[in-house]
T-cell receptor, first 106, second 112 residues
Framework: ELKVEQNPLFLSMQEGKNYTIYCNYSTTSDRLYWYRQDPGKSLESLFVLLSNGAVKQEGRLMASLDTKARLSTLHITAAVHDLSATYFC??????FGAGTRLTVKP | DSGVTQTPKHLITATGQRVTLRCSPR?????VYWYQQSLDQGLQFLIQ???????AKGNILERFSAQQFPDLHSELNLSSLELGDSALYFC???????????FGEGSRLTVL
């Protein structure tokens, strides 16, 4: 059975701190997706990682993909309150991880 | 605006009833995905259609059915509704090359 596992599921951090969210998946895949969901809202695409070693950055967020380890990371640098949301990773057949609920506190 | 349109945005109904949720994908996208999101179950993949044909099936109950029409819009039919069917139902369409999903705003279903 295909599994997409994220950790941590809940993350409370202070503004200015760094942290990493991990996404492990059980299928062979050369691509992975990250999405963001604000409370009560829809999901929006953050990153599309299309190959092994892919790294993408947008503002304070950076995502990377290691297809051999079946691992993707979403690194948060110097967190700000606006990053508070739930972050999901997903594999190409569109199974999603459980999501990481991030809360950034002043 | 993702370009994916879902209707209705909100729906309140009673147990045992039947509802239909509608989705129009982004212009040019052939794939439509349906997801259910409830508080205790996360984002559950229900079903995928590609150009009118069922492509993949996830945790979709037998009481639920879907179809994609020639104009590529899709409908999700939920019947014999139970309290536990209360959830946010998302439709998404995918880009042809990257495969990333573009989500509609969702249909919030409340079963009383």
């Amino acid at each position: 059975e295909l599994k997409v596992e994220q950790n941590p599921l809940f993350l409370s951090m202070q503004e200015g701190k760094n942290y990493t969210i991990y996404c492990n998946y059980s299928t062979t895949s050369d691509r992975l997706y990250w999405y963001r969901q604000d409370p009560g809202k829809s999901l929006e695409s953050l990153f599309v990682l299309l190959s092994n070693g892919a790294v993408k950055q947008e503002g304070r967020l950076m995502a990377s993909l290691d297809t051999k380890a079946r691992l993707s990371t979403l690194h948060i640098t110097a967190a700000v309150h606006d990053l508070s949301a739930t972050y999901f990773c997903a594999v190409p057949d569109m199974r999603f991880g459980a999501g990481t609920r991030l809360t950034v506190k002043p | 605006d993702s370009g994916v349109t879902q209707t209705p945005k909100h729906l309140i109904t009673a147990t045992g009833q039947r509802v239909t949720l509608r989705c129009s994908p982004r212009s040019g996208d052939l794939s439509v995905y349906w997801y259910q999101q409830s508080l205790d179950q996360g984002l559950q993949f229900l079903i995928q259609y590609y150009n009118g044909e069922e492509r993949a099936k996830g945790n979709i109950l037998e009481r639920f059915s879907a179809q994609q029409f020639p104009d590529l819009h899709s409908e999700l039919n939920l019947s014999s509704l139970e309290l536990g069917d209360s959830a946010l139902y998302f439709c998404a369409s995918s880009g042809r090359f990257s495969g990333e999903l573009f989500f509609g705003e969702g249909s919030r279903l409340t079963v009383l």
